[in-house]
Each structure stands twice: as structure tokens, then as C-alpha cells.
Nanobody, 124 residues
């Protein structure tokens, strides 16, 4: 199983970015798919997850309605649309996949496969 994250870059505060995670060797709609991020000097934290065949979505408390996670079945990929970005969103964003147990979506130990990460930098 391979996960390839893309879409990161430099964006001004208040702006928008769309991250994508392309999966090979695993059907994303039948998996727990998640995004985590790690800012410099901080621990990795949960951003968003999608599971139950794409019906269920969950977000970290800090998201506050700014992000949307979705599945693209045609591309076998997961997209994270991020809006109203602020300086605190600067981090390396990683996608991950694991068995869909219907729980544990915000815990790293429930994810078996990890992508390499894509850097998001929000400037003032």
C-alpha cells in the first residue's frame, strides 16, 4: 500500500488549499482514511478522517468548520479542502490509512499506512 500526498504550498492567511492523497493497493472507500499534521516543535495531531464508505467524517476541534474531507472514488484518493487558513495551520500534513473499525479515527495507532507528507505554509 502506498499513499502519495500532494497539494501543499505557500498560501496567505485567509486563503485556501486543497490537499490530495492518492492511494494504491488499497480501496480508500473501504478504509479508514485520515489526515494528521505536525508543526515544528509540536506533536502530530489529528486533522480529519473519513470512514464507513465515505459516509462518516470527523474533524479535529481546531478545524471549526474550515476543512472538508472527501473521497474521490474515480481516483481512489482522499481530498482535504482547507479554507480560512491561519498561521497556526502551518505544518506538514500526512495522510494515513487503516482498517475501518468505525472508531479510533483520531488515534495514530489505528492507522497502518502513512504517506510522506506535504508541507503547508501560511504566511501573514
Amino acid at each position: 500500500v502506498q499513499l502519495q500526498a500532494s497539494g501543499g504550498g505557500l498560501v496567505q492567511a485567509g486563503g485556501f488549499l486543497r490537499l490530495s492523497c492518492a492511494a494504491s493497493g488499497r480501496n480508500v472507500s473501504r478504509s479508514l482514511m485520515g489526515w494528521f499534521r505536525q508543526a515544528p516543535g509540536k506533536e502530530r495531531e489529528f486533522v480529519a478522517a473519513i470512514f464507513r464508505n465515505g459516509v462518516a467524517t470527523r474533524y479535529g476541534d481546531f478545524v471549526k468548520g474550515r476543512f472538508i474531507i472527501s473521497i474521490d472514488n474515480a481516483e481512489n484518493s482522499v481530498t482535504l479542502q482547507m479554507g480560512s487558513l491561519n498561521f497556526g495551520d502551518t505544518a506538514v500534513y500526512c495522510c494515513a490509512a487503516g482498517p475501518d473499525y468505525g472508531f479510533g479515527y483520531n488515534l495514530m495507532r489505528y492507522y497502518r499506512y502513512w504517506g510522506q507528507g506535504t508541507l503547508v505554509t501560511v504566511s501573514s
